[in-house]
């Protein structure tokens, strides 16, 4: 059987960028599973598949389609429980939407509001004219008027990586010694902010600054290979 | 063998209030062990046990002496491997770590501007002079000066529970179907909110409030007896 990943791009094919795709292939390159990346432009996620999904990462493996990256991970543990694990255990594996959690509530909105404009920049023109309808009727403000607030946000970066920051004390990575499905998830956070930025925005000694080039440097380092 | 737990109280001897002694008695409860608590003040920590440790929580269990919260939780999974497990498998080991670090670095210092001055107020003198020397110390503003904002504090707390609020979408604990040392970890700091000012602060429809009367009603409701 093969996997195919459908995944969001802008229009730069080779550029995919979406954190949850980037979650997605963390979670199979750290599975050791070989997989073909089919990156979609926003308004071609829709038809992909018969209309299987409303939203990217969705995966193909064989017969089996499955949506939604923690999903995805569920899934791929499952499946593969002989490749490493993901979760680490039960409580792993629910910890690990705590993880999700705090990454979606605190980090996403910060990168959102630092990343705005630089993704409907990179979209094709049909995508900037989805893009900004649907994430100005989201937000409740323009793309430009988010951007204007830029400095602002980048300032607010390091207090919500706080949490990661102080844990990083105790060990290098959330999963322990060796990366889990939860780092994947935070790492998918900042690479977003990476690709479409070009920066994290991070001081070089913070230690979670250190921590994502660690990810970064994972599986042959081809996560750093997109920028 | 039997196990004293050391833990903290004001001049109440039936009020222990710290957030991580609150952790320990779950984490013994979690793992139905029998303890009895010997709750000290402030300034009788240092010559407990012959010195032995600076902070409560510590604990005696025969021969061993171990202190510090989370080192208790990971000695009592490692020596008691039999009774229910307080982190699920490594994986949930590690991300304890994680929601640990978040409790510390986001709830924490809400709930210490919250109560600072209730905790104060619940000291025997002697207490009352060096809790006031070493706080206004750490926070370099007097306990009266903290009380003042303490309702910009209260406000602050619902948006520091995010993460939780958002996982709670996705089940009823942070260890999944059955709480595990993680949650028992943000309890702690709830638990010293409600015992020191009397309430969590927190709306009666917040799921967050919802999840943690669950842990009140844990181990015949143990912890909700203390108010």
């Not at 750290?30 to 969705?58: D, M, N, Q």
């Not at 429980?81 to 705590?98: I, N």
Request: charged fraction near 20%; aromatic fraction near 10%; proline fraction near 7%.
């Amino acid at each position: 059987m093969s996997i195919t990943l459908y995944s969001l791009c802008g229009a730069d094919l080779a550029r995919p960028f979406s954190p949850h795709c980037w979650k997605t292939v963390m979670a199979l390159r750290h599975k050791g599973l070989p997989f073909s990346e089919r990156p979609l432009a926003f308004t071609a996620i829709p038809s992909a598949e018969g209309g299987f999904s409303k939203t990217v990462p969705f995966l193909r493996d064989g017969e089996r389609l499955v949506s939604d990256s923690f999903q995805i991970a569920l899934y791929l543990e499952e499946a593969y429980p002989d490749a490493p694990s993901l979760f680490g255990g039960e409580g792993g594996q629910a910890m690990a939407r705590f993880v999700e959690a705090y990454s979606q509530t605190t980090v996403h909105p910060i990168v959102t509001r630092i990343a705005l404009k630089n993704i409907h920049d990179m979209l094709a023109p049909t995508d900037q004219a989805y893009f900004r309808e649907s994430r100005e009727k989201l937000l409740g403000k323009t793309i430009e008027e988010i951007a204007a607030v830029r400095e602002t946000a980048i300032a607010a970066l390091p207090e919500a990586l706080k949490p990661l920051r102080h844990m990083l004390k105790a060990q290098p990575f959330i999963g322990g010694d060796g990366p889990l499905f939860c780092d994947h998830i935070v790492f998918g956070a900042l690479q977003w902010l990476r690709i479409t930025t070009g920066s994290v925005h991070l001081a070089d000694d913070d230690p979670v600054r250190t921590w994502f080039e660690r990810c970064l440097d994972l599986h042959g380092s081809e996560a750093r290979a997109v920028a």
